[in-house]
Nanobody, 124 residues
């Protein structure tokens, strides 16, 4: 069992940066793939970024590629999402998730554990 708690969201001006954290409890986090998803008002939850269990491979949605960086520290049982050059369209609730599947899952149903989410608001 893995429990996930996000933090680091907030209000930021366009062009600014935020760093989200995802603190995990449970021994299986270090062997699980991790992903970040977001859901804007009136829209479906979408994949943002993913990372394999050992951090050696990552994958990004085209909309955030070059601006966001996903990482993890298994010794601290924590994952991160560094968000730079933020745009108003990045405004959403961001959630981290963990998957027992191999590689980097990109669909919601492939993830087994979810955090409660943290709000990110980017003002223009």
């Amino acid at each position: 069992q893995v429990q996930l708690v996000e933090s680091g969201g907030g209000l930021v001006q366009a062009g600014g940066s935020l760093r989200l954290s995802c603190a995990a409890s449970g021994r299986t986090f270090s062997s699980a793939a991790m992903g970040w998803f977001r859901q804007a008002p009136g829209k479906e939850r979408e994949f943002v970024a993913g990372i394999v269990w050992n951090g050696l491979r990552t994958y990004y949605a085209d909309s955030v590629k070059g601006r966001f960086t996903i990482s993890r520290d298994n010794a601290k049982n924590t994952g991160y999402l560094q968000m730079n050059s933020l745009k108003p369209e990045d405004t959403a609730v961001y959630s981290c998730a963990a998957s027992r599947r191999y590689g980097i899952p990109i669909t919601l149903k492939e993830y087994d554990y979810w955090g409660q989410g943290t709000q990110v608001t980017v003002s223009s």
